[in-house]
C-alpha cells in the first residue's frame, strides 16, 4: 500500500470507456464534478423553493451566496455586467462546491489538477475576449495601448500588454491550482506525522504516544478549518478575477 502523499492526486476510472481510441472514461474527478453540480444546483432550488419571510438554514444560506456574488458583480461590472452574474455566480458555487467536497476524507479535488483550472480560465478567457471582440470590434485592440503612452514607448508597451492579458488563464489556473494542492499535501503530511510520532514514542511508553500523536492531530483540525477559508477564499478570488476580465472587455479599461 502506497503512502506517498501525492497518492491523493491521482485518477481512477469508475467506468472504463474508450471512444474512436479515446479514453474518455469516467474518473473519481468526473464524479466530484458531477457531485459538485449536483451540490450547487440543490442549494439554490431547494433554497429558493420556500421564499419564506423568515428564511430557513437553506433558503439563508442560498440568499447570502446570491447577493454577495451579485453585489459584487455589481461593484466591479456596473449595470451593463447585470446580465453575467449568473455566469459568475455558477464559477463561484461550483468551485466553492469542489473545494469543499474535496475536504471529505476519502474524497478527491478536483481544483488540485492544473487541466482543470487551466481549462476553466482558458474558457473564462475565451468568453471575455469574444465579449469585448463583439462589442467593440477592432478597437478592442487599442486595450494593449493605453491612453496617454507616448509612440516611442510603444515598440515596448505593447508586447508587454499583450503577454500580460495572454497570461491571464495561467496566472489565474495557477492560483487555485497552487492553493488547494499544496493545502492537501501539508494536511496529509501532517497525518503521517501523528501516525509516526505515536508509533515511535508508543514504543516507549503508550501514554507519551498518545500524546505526541495527539499534537499533529489538533494541528491538522486547525489546518482542516484554515482549507475551509481557503476553498471560501480561493472561490471568490476566481469570480471576483472573472469580474474583473468581464469588466476590462466591457469598458476597455
Known sequence: MSNSPLE???????????????????????????????????????????????????QSLAEMFYDFIAAMVRDNCGAHGAKYMPLVFSIFLFILSGNLLGLIPGSFTFTSHIIITFAMALSVFLM??????????????????????????????????????????????????????????????????????AIYFGSVNIGLGVFAGAIPVLINVLLTLFEVLVALLQAYVFAILTSLYIKDALELH
Request: positive net charge.
Open 8 to 58: 491523493q492526486f491521482e485518477l481512477h476510472r469508475i467506468i472504463p470507456l474508450h471512444i474512436a481510441g479515446y479514453d474518455v472514461s469516467f474518473t473519481n474527478s468526473a464524479l466530484l464534478m458531477s457531485l459538485s453540480v449536483a451540490l450547487s444546483l440543490s442549494i439554490m432550488v431547494f433554497g429558493g423553493m420556500s421564499r419564506q419571510m423568515v428564511p430557513g438554514r437553506l
Open 128 to 197: 471575455v475576449t469574444l465579449i469585448a471582440l463583439a462589442r467593440h470590434g477592432l478597437h478592442f485592440f487599442s486595450f494593449f495601448l493605453p491612453a496617454g503612452v507616448p509612440w516611442w514607448m510603444w515598440w515596448l508597451i505593447i508586447p508587454i500588454e499583450i503577454v500580460s492579458y495572454l497570461s491571464r488563464p495561467i496566472s489565474l489556473s495557477v492560483r487555485l491550482f497552487v492553493n488547494m494542492f499544496a493545502g492537501h499535501m501539508l494536511m496529509n503530511i501532517v497525518s503521517g506525522f501523528a501516525i509516526g510520532l
